[in-house]
């Protein structure tokens, strides 16, 4: 195996616009598979570390939700051979450390999280034509046209899934989907709220529907999010800047008969969603 020159979007510094260059991706090494990337998406993530939050790591290639074929293997990689259509992940798993046997959460103790911008033995994988070492963004980086991951950190999906699908499925999509079905475990027929009906409050959506829940209630305050989140399994949709100056937490006791919901869900990011009810009224659009 041979490095190959490809091109790359790189950051040079904290909200410096992104540079087309060509840059050098290493050959794969132990446990490490290099990815020849097919699509890639945007995540908010990606803008916070742009900004330089919360480590200022540059040049760096951005990017951790995308999807690639796995275009040739290091040593001692046995699970994934070349030609699999794999989307990248930011968290590894094991399977047997206490963490991944737990059933509670899946943030392996083995293959954590990535925050040094290198690979897990420390050195940079990407380098400027110029000889100079590029940060990773976790274990990976999409925002070039090959990357090299870990092997613990890719995820084998069916090729047949459209490409911009299965970009999504590496983050944002997943994440609320993942926190309806294996962290909350939502039971059939409960209520849910979802405040925020993005990628990842779109995928809660979709993780209630899945789950059997029988009232599903989207909120936004951007009207164009009520069509997705329809399709997707939404009973009910508000838009807090449309209801008469009230909150949303008094629309959505109005719709469960005084209730509440059994279960809410903040996937919006925004600092009045996660303070008292009365907050709720401050929502406006970002």
């Known amino acids: 195996m041979s490095t190959i020159i490809c091109k790359a979007a790189v950051c040079w510094g ?13 050959p794969p090494r132990l446990g490490e598979v290099r990815l020849k990337i097919l699509c890639s998406s945007l ?18 290639v951005l990017g951790h939700e995308g999807v690639g074929v796995v275009e040739s293997v290091g040593d001692g990689v046995t699970d994934i051979k070349v030609g699999d259509t794999v989307i990248p992940t930011f968290i590894g798993e ?5 963490n991944c046997s737990s059933g509670k959460t899946n943030l392996c103790r083995t293959h954590p999280v990535s925050f040094s911008g290198l690979m897990p033995d420390g050195t940079s994988r990407m380098s400027t034509a110029g000889g100079r070492s590029l940060y990773h963004l976790f274990s990976c980086s999409t925002f070039s046209e090959y990357a090299v991951v870990s092997a613990h950190y890719v995820t084998k999906v069916d090729p047949g899934l459209p490409q911009p699908v299965a970009s999504l499925l590496s983050c944002g999509f997943t994440t609320g989907f993942g926190a309806v079905w294996r962290e909350a475990k939502v039971e059939t027929g409960s209520s849910i709220a979802v405040f925020g009906l993005g990628g990842v409050g779109i995928g ?3 993780g209630a529907k899945m789950m059997g829940a029988g009232r ?15 399709a997707f399994g939404a009973t009910d949709f508000v838009n807090p800047g449309k209801i008469g100056g009230r909150s949303a937490v008094e629309v959505i006791r109005e719709l469960t008969g ?8 903040e996937c919006s990011g925004v600092a009045a ?8 009224l401050k929502w406006e659009a970002v």
Request: aromatic share 8%; charged share 25%.
């Open 14 to 26: 904290p909200d410096e616009p992104f540079k087309i260059e060509q840059i050098q991706v290493d």
């Open 43 to 60: 995540c908010h993530t990606d803008v916070l570390r742009w900004h330089g939050i919360p480590q200022a790591l540059f040049p760096r």
């Open 94 to 98: 094991c399977g047997d450390c206490p």
């Open 204 to 206: 809660a959506v979709a």
């Open 216 to 230: 599903i209630i989207g909120i936004d305050v951007n009207d164009k999010k009520r069509e997705p989140g329809e």
């Open 258 to 265: 005084g209730l509440g919901v059994d279960y809410s869900f």
């Open 273 to 280: 969603c996660l303070m008292r009810p009365s907050n709720v």
